[in-house]
C-alpha cells in the first residue's frame, strides 16, 4: 500500500516565526488533505489539495503531485497553531461510480508554538 | 454549523463488556469513515461505507469488530468483548464522494468528529 511520511516529527517555534511541514508519499494520489489536530484532540481540515496551490490566512499548502511531495506553510505562527499536523492521502486507482478510497494518514508532525 | 456528531464522548468499560459508539454524519454526505487513533499506530482506518454501503473493512479485527449503517443518518461501531489492547480515541468522518473534480482530484473532503475516547479496564 501507498506510504505516507511527513518531516519534521517535532517542531519548535517562537510565536511569529514561519514553518514549513512536508508530506512524502510513494505513489500516485487522487486526493490529498491536510488536518490540524488541536490539543483538544478535534481533527480539522485545513485543506483539500490533491495539486497546485491554496491559501488560507496564514496558512498555505502547495501539492507537487508528479514529485510525490505536499508542503504546508504556516507563516507567523502564533500559539494557537500548536497541535499537530497530519496529510493524509488517497492512493490513485482508476476512479469509478462505486468505489472509493481509502485515505491514509501519514504520523504528524507535532508543533509547539511558545509565545 | 453542520458537523459529525459523536456519541458518547468518553467511555470506560471492563473487559468483556459490549460497547457500541455512535455517529451521526453531516446531512448530504454519502460517505463514512471509522478511524482508531492511537499513540503506536497513529491514525488507523478501520472501515467505511459509501450510500450505507460497507466497501471495505480489512482494518478492524472482524473476530470483536462490527460497524454497519441502519441508516443515512446513523453510522455504528460495536466492539464484543472489548479487551484492554481496544482502549483508543475512536473517530467519525464523513464526506460527499463525487466523480472527478478536475485536476484529477476525486472523492471527498473529509470531515471528523469529536471522537469517543475508549478505555477498557
Known amino acids: 500500500g501507498i506510504q505516507v511520511e511527513q518531516s519534521p516529527p517535532d517542531l519548535i517555534l517562537q510565536e511569529g516565526a514561519n514553518s514549513t511541514l512536508r508530506c512524502n508519499f510513494s505513489?500516485?494520489?487522487?486526493?490529498l488533505q491536510w488536518f490540524h489536530q488541536n490539543p483538544w484532540g478535534q481533527l480539522i481540515n485545513l485543506f483539500y489539495?490533491?495539486?497546485g496551490t491554496k491559501q488560507n490566512g496564514r496558512l498555505s499548502a502547495t501539492t507537487v503531485a508528479t514529485e510525490r511531495y505536499s508542503l504546508l506553510y504556516i507563516s507567523s505562527s502564533q500559539t494557537t497553531d500548536s497541535g499537530v499536523y497530519f496529510c493524509?492521502?488517497?492512493?490513485?486507482?482508476?476512479?469509478?461510480?462505486?468505489?472509493?478510497?481509502?485515505?491514509?494518514f501519514g504520523t504528524g508532525t507535532r508543533l509547539k508554538v511558545l509565545a | 454549523d453542520a458537523r459529525v456528531t459523536q456519541t458518547p464522548r468518553h467511555k470506560v468499560t471492563e473487559m468483556g463488556q459490549e460497547v457500541t459508539m455512535r455517529c451521526q454524519p453531516i446531512?448530504?454526505?454519502?460517505?463514512v469513515f471509522w478511524y482508531r487513533q492511537t499513540m503506536m499506530q497513529g491514525l488507523e482506518l478501520l472501515a467505511y461505507?459509501?450510500?450505507?454501503?460497507?466497501?471495505?473493512d480489512s482494518g478492524m479485527p472482524k473476530d470483536r469488530f462490527s460497524a454497519e449503517m441502519p441508516d443515512a443518518t446513523l453510522a455504528t461501531l460495536k466492539i464484543q468483548p472489548s479487551e484492554p489492547r481496544d482502549s483508543a480515541v475512536y473517530f467519525c468522518?464523513?464526506?460527499?464522494?463525487?466523480?472527478?473534480?478536475?485536476?484529477?482530484?476525486?472523492?471527498?473532503?473529509?470531515?471528523f468528529g469529536s471522537g469517543t475516547q475508549l478505555s477498557v479496564l
Open positions: 468522518a464523513s464526506g460527499l464522494a463525487r466523480g472527478d473534480r478536475g485536476q484529477g482530484s476525486r472523492g471527498e473532503k473529509l470531515f
Open positions: 505513489d500516485s494520489v487522487n486526493n
Open positions: 489539495i490533491p495539486s
Open positions: 493524509a492521502v488517497a492512493d490513485g486507482g482508476v476512479w469509478t461510480t462505486s468505489g472509493t478510497y481509502k485515505y491514509i
Open positions: 446531512l448530504g454526505h454519502n460517505t
Open positions: 461505507f459509501r450510500n450505507r454501503a460497507p466497501l471495505d
